[in-house]
């Protein structure tokens, strides 16, 4: 497990999984109540450094498997209920699920996650917003937005990194579910470079005025 940041809230990350996945936690370092993102295989070791920790939430950003196969172990080290948008909630290998929706905050301690719909990748799919660090699944990576299926998930995956996390300050630090993390306002100079080369294939940034 590696700390990431340490200030208004902790946020640490571990490598694991059957997909080469990323798994975090959203501390406050205030009440020690802290918040699972993910829970791939191997999610647990998150835990093993400090027994002091009150999970009180487990996300899981969308619902395929690599993010998922790691519930049980979770769950019975911490006892925490699963959350997930309802979008993807059926298909994910536990109940009761509690549904959120975008929008939704969620308490960790004094602090607030925020919850950000951004289907695509999965109906379901979201991203978690904690002051300016972004929680992005599988929906964005440090290459650019993530991978789809079919045109029309393609065209909805694009217009929500466009529309939802881009218009996000160019400092947000994003964490992604594979990868390493990054700077929005670096995924923004790429996805600007796509856009000059197809024009009339790609969504641009709302309200940015390269494109405008």
């Known amino acids: 497990m590696s700390i990431i940041y340490d200030g ?18 959203i501390i406050c370092p205030t009440t020690r109540e802290a918040i699972v993102v993910d829970a791939p295989e191997g999610v647990s070791a998150l835990l093993a450094e400090d027994d002091e920790l009150k999970v009180k939430s487990i ?6 498997k690599d993010h998922t196969e790691g519930i049980d172990e979770i769950l019975q080290l911490t006892g925490a209920p699963v959350s997930a948008h309802r979008g993807d909630a059926s ?10 929706k975008d929008a939704d905050i969620i308490p960790v301690g004094t602090l607030e996650v925020k919850v950000i719909h951004t289907p695509g990748h999965t ?19 440090f290459q650019g937005p993530g991978e789809s299926r079919g045109v029309e998930a393609t ?24 990868g390493p993390q990054g700077i929005l306002g670096g995924a923004k100079e790429i996805y600007r470079g796509f856009v000059t080369q ?11 005025p390269q494109h405008d």
Not at 156 to 177: A, C, M
């Open 59 to 64: 996300i899981i950003t969308h619902k395929h």
């Open 8 to 25: 208004e809230a902790t946020i640490a990350q571990i490598f694991c999984g059957t997909d080469n996945n990323n798994a975090y936690l």
């Open 155 to 178: 065209e909805q995956l694009l217009k929500s990194v466009t529309e939802r996390l881009y218009i996000l300050p160019d400092e947000t630090v994003f964490l992604p579910g594979h």
């Open 198 to 208: 197809y024009p009339d294939l790609l969504p641009r940034i709302p309200g940015d």
């Open 123 to 141: 109906p379901g799919s979201i991203c978690l917003l904690i002051g300016s660090y972004l929680f992005t699944g599988d929906t964005l990576y």
């Open 91 to 100: 298909d994910i290998p536990v109940t009761p699920i509690l549904p959120l």
